[in-house]
T-cell receptor, first 114, second 115 residues
Framework: AQSVSQHNHHVILSEAASLELGCNYS??????LFWYVQYPGQHLQLLLK??????LVKGIKGFEAEFIKSKFSFNLRKPSVQWSDTAEYFC????????????FGTGTLLAVQP | EAGVAQSPRYKIIEKRQSVAFWCNPI?????LYWYQQILGQGPKLLIQ????????DSQLPKDRFSAERLKGVDSTLKIQPAKLEDSAVYLC?????????????FGPGTRLTVL
């Protein structure tokens, strides 16, 4: 069965620190990859997505992610975090087929201290 | 463009009671999804509709959960009777549903507490 692993459950950073959140998936075929973010009190929002082509994907608010097929990874990065980046981050994979079902990781709670 | 709408936002019931959630997808989106998000976990798909037909309900506990999308737009998800372990946030999402670049957009969710 497909699965998504987010190894960091809680991350605490100071403002201006660099961020990298890990995401690994288990599926050998073609995948689409997503990062969603949930700010406090808000709904899940799409941060960025990878379908094909350049494995380095840029999203909103200065986030980027790199798809490394050989490592089954899609790590999220930001060079300098802000207090407003405090949120929960979810990695998700879609393997295609008859459904567009997303398989989500358990999420990483990021707290940025001013 | 209006987003996915859900109601109610919060619901508290006692076990063995019934409850229903409503979702209105983004206009023009043919595909509608219901996810369950238990505290500390990522969302898990319960059911997927393409227009008013069910595409995937393999994870739906059919003995107590039901969902419908009669006119291919709005959808309702019902739980009857509720159990303590049904306490979760129920998320509705929608998408155009076509092609490999299809992207899902989520509503605010309904937080259900079963006492």
């Amino acid at each position: 069965a497909q699965s998504v692993s987010q190894h960091n459950h809680h991350v605490i950073l100071s403002e201006a620190a660099s961020l990298e959140l890990g995401c690994n998936y288990s599926y050998g075929g073609t995948v689409n990859l997503f990062w969603y973010v949930q700010y406090p009190g808000q709904h899940l929002q799409l941060l960025l997505k990878y379908f094909s082509g350049d494995p380095l994907v840029k999203g909103i608010k200065g986030f980027e992610a790199e798809f490394i097929k050989s490592k089954f990874s899609f790590n999220l990065r930001k060079p300098s975090v802000q207090w407003s980046d405090t949120a929960e981050y979810f990695c998700a994979v879609r393997s295609g087929g008859a459904t567009n079902k997303l398989i989500f990781g358990t999420g990483t709670l990021l707290a940025v201290q001013p | 463009e209006a987003g996915v709408a859900q109601s109610p936002r919060y619901k508290i019931i006692e076990k063995r009671q019934s409850v229903a959630f409503w979702c209105n997808p983004i206009s023009g989106h043919a595909t509608l999804y219901w996810y369950q998000q238990i505290l500390g976990q990522g969302p898990k798909l319960l059911i997927q509709f393409q227009n008013n037909g069910v595409v995937d309900d393999s994870q739906l506990p059919k003995d107590r959960f039901s969902a419908e999308r009669l006119k291919g737009v709005d959808s309702t998800l019902k739980i009857q009777p509720a159990k303590l372990e049904d306490s979760a946030v129920y998320l509705c999402a929608s998408s155009y549903g076509q092609g490999r670049t299809d992207t899902q957009y989520f509503g605010p969710g309904t937080r259900l507490t079963v006492l």
